[in-house]
């Protein structure tokens, strides 16, 4: 197997099938190499990075990230989510002590952008394949944690703007909407939210804890993200 260069990939990422031998046995067609594994007959990535290929051996390897985004034209570098970077995502499950989210974009920095927190000069990249990612409770907000209830803060289909705050496991990153302009940044009327815009009537924002149907003036309460 061949790859055009550079190819960068994400861990568990499919990257080719286990290595096979030779009819006679004699040698071995392709081999795994450093930052991959073999899972169910297939050869997976287990680090973000550059794949590269052995022309003599066949050897398939991934280079670490930390390593390798210096090959990419800044431009065309990949981007994943790392400690500090601002997301945005949609809240696909809830439960009483947590929301799952998927990252869908992920915040750079706007050229010509100035430092600080709350800089409004960010372009969000979309991801070419959504990050897994959970908001628990204790994240939520910075005041009042043991009077807030998950339910009262997000429903599923919710699109939010967050901050990341740990790599979590190796299933999700975490997140925290514990800033004032952090939180949901575009919501459905209704539990039928959950496909986007065709589950009901959108929502603006009230206050920090309100938004209002645009037309019907109902309101439903919601983490509100503070607008830019």
């Not at 981007?79 to 949609?90: A, D, E, F, Y």
Request: glycine fraction near 10%; charged fraction near 15%.
């Amino acid at each position: 197997m061949t790859f055009a260069s550079p190819v960068f990939v994400l861990p568990g990422q499919e990257i080719g099938d286990a290595p096979a031998a030779t009819a006679d046995g004699a040698s071995v067609v392709s081999s795994p190499g450093a930052g991959t594994h073999i899972q169910n007959g297939k050869l997976f990535a287990s680090v973000a990075g550059t794949l590269l290929t052995d022309p003599v051996t066949g050897s398939i390897s991934v280079r670490p990230a930390a390593s390798s985004l210096a090959k990419f034209p800044c431009a065309h570098r990949p981007v994943i989510p790392t400690v500090n970077s601002l997301v945005l995502g949609r809240v696909i499950r809830l439960t009483t002590r947590q929301a799952t989210i998927s990252i869908l974009a992920i915040g750079v920095a706007a050229a010509g952008a100035g430092a600080g927190a709350d800089s409004p000069a960010i372009d969000f990249v979309p991801c070419p394949t959504p990050f897994p990612a959970l908001l628990r409770l204790q994240d939520v907000r910075a005041t009042e944690k043991d009077k807030l209830k998950m339910l009262e803060c997000f429903h599923v289909g919710d699109v939010v703007r967050a901050l990341v705050i740990s790599l979590g496991d190796q299933t999700s990153y975490y997140l925290s909407t514990a800033r004032n302009d952090l939180g949901v940044v575009m919501a459905w009327s209704g539990t039928a939210a959950a496909g986007g815009s065709s589950g009901g009537e959108q929502l603006l924002p009230l206050n920090w804890r309100e938004m209002m149907g645009a037309k019907t003036g109902t309101s439903e309460l919601r983490k509100v993200a503070k607008p830019f």
